[in-house]
């Protein structure tokens, strides 16, 4: 027997539950050698592991009608889960199966290029995966969104997403403000991307309750990082000694995730940069896995691959 728990928070429960968890009931017949137990915004299933695979499965297409068409009617429900599906479902079934997560609003953040579905793929395999390449392909908020959906799957504890908060050796002295006004602005994008996939409101209670910490590099010394999927963005403006600190916090149970672009490195000329060391010392070791982003995966207007193309020109 196994046990799965689905985190329906992104709809409210009673859409799918129904009132006196009528619509609950009737996806239930549909089960009926697993034990459904619905607890607030999560889903407890026991069954056998092939069974609870495509309950899991049939829960999500649930969801993504509710955030698609606003309802869910026990209608809906009939067609979504009969066992003789049509090709439609089936097709509904192949694109849930790459969903990441499902963001507010109705936003579905899926996997979009090769590179980032083989990104999705090595995170799934290893437990430290490098990604590296130009900015605007899509390496952060793929990672965010894997830290997200591992979170609810509760595969992990807390997420933890960190980068060097000055570009030049974090240096915050010269900014106006506390320590967070100084380093909010660096960490903006991270912080973007949470709020794109999760309610604001529940957001803020995990990073009060430090379910999820944002934090610059410096503060991760010292620390062991278990039972977390901890991200590091903006990889190449960590200097040396900062990456090798950075990788040896690496704790039980734990995905670390690297992000970067070895030639943005905005490190002073004395400071060679983390990750462009760590790409080739590591290399080859087992466990750690590099994918690399170009210029055909990046996402951003029109013209970014345009201007990318034209320095690189130059570059060689």
């Not at 090798?244 to 670390?256: C, D, I, N, P, V």
């Not at 030639?263 to 004395?270: A, G, H, I, S």
Request: charged share 25%; no cysteine.
């Amino acid at each position: 027997m196994s046990e799965i728990n689905i985190d329906i928070s992104e709809v409210n429960p009673m859409d799918l539950y129904g009132v006196n968890e009528n619509k609950l009931i009737a996806i239930k017949k549909y089960f009926p050698r697993i034990k459904v137990v619905a607890r607030g915004t999560i889903l407890k299933a026991i069954g056998d592991e092939k069974e609870l695979s495509i309950f899991n499965q049939k829960v999500a297409l649930l969801i993504a009608h509710i955030i698609k068409y606003k309802q869910l009617t026990e209608n809906n429900i009939e067609r979504l889960m009969a066992e003789d599906g049509t090709p439609e479902e089936s097709e509904t079934l192949k694109n849930n199966a790459d969903v990441l997560v499902y963001g507010n609003g109705g936003l579905i953040v899926k996997a979009t290029t090769a590179t980032q579905r083989k990104f999705v793929e090595e995170i799934d395999k290893n437990d430290m995966v490098f990604a590296y390449g130009p900015a605007g392909t899509g390496k952060s908020y793929t990672a965010v969104a894997l830290a997200v959906r591992a979170l609810k799957n509760k595969e992990v504890r807390r997420i933890i997403l960190t980068r060097p908060a000055v570009e030049a050796g974090e240096n915050l002295g010269f900014l106006p403000g506390d320590l967070k006004e100084k380093l909010d602005p660096y960490l903006q994008p991270l912080y973007d991307a949470l709020r794109d996939m999760i309610p604001a409101e529940k957001l803020n209670e995990m990073m009060e309750n430090g379910i999820i910490q944002i934090a610059p590099l410096a503060f991760m010394r010292g620390r062991t990082l278990d039972k977390a999927f901890v991200i590091l963005d903006e990889a190449q403006n960590a200097t040396q000694s900062q990456f090798k600190m950075f990788l040896t916090r690496m704790g039980k149970s734990a995905k670390f995730v690297i992000n970067g672009d070895p030639t943005q490195v905005d490190l002073p000329k004395n400071q060679p940069s983390g990750l462009v060391q760590a790409l080739k010392v590591l290399n080859g070791v087992e466990g750690i896995s590099f994918v690399k982003f170009d210029e055909k995966d990046v996402m951003r207007h029109q013209l970014v691959k345009q201007i990318i193309f034209a320095y690189k020109k130059v570059d060689n």
